[in-house]
Nanobody
């Protein structure tokens, strides 16, 4: 059983910062990509940032220069540092990871429960 536990969401004012965390619990062999998505009411879920197991990072254009994704492999944790937050960053943020259960295992996809980020103007 793999469980992703997110934390760090909340209500902030525009220009402030938040850091989201996502811990991957369970008996796994390795974690490949670790990702953050966000979704607003009536909208499709959008990829915000990705970090590969080699440390390569990808960001959506809307957050480049403001958000930073990082991972701590020893703790099976991924972070999203969000600076200079804007009202349009208001969404539910979801953690997503691809894990393997052994050398010859395929990738399995898991999602966190989501954490609300609200930015007031």
């Amino acid at each position: 059983q793999v469980q992703l536990v997110e934390s760090g969401g909340g209500l902030v004012q525009a220009g402030e910062s938040l850091t989201l965390s996502c811990v991957v619990n369970g008996r796994i062999f390795s974690i490949n990509s670790m990702n953050w998505y966000r979704q607003g009411p009536g909208k499709q879920r959008q990829l915000v940032a990705t970090i590969t197991n080699g440390g390569n990072e990808y960001y959506a254009d809307s957050v480049k220069g403001r958000f930073t994704i990082s991972r701590d492999n020893a703790k099976n944790t991924v972070y999203l540092q969000m600076n200079s937050l804007k009202p349009e960053d208001t969404d539910v943020y979801y953690c997503n990871v691809g894990v393997r259960f052994g050398h010859f295992s395929g990738d399995y996809d898991y999602w966190g429960q989501g954490t609300q980020v609200t930015v007031s103007s």
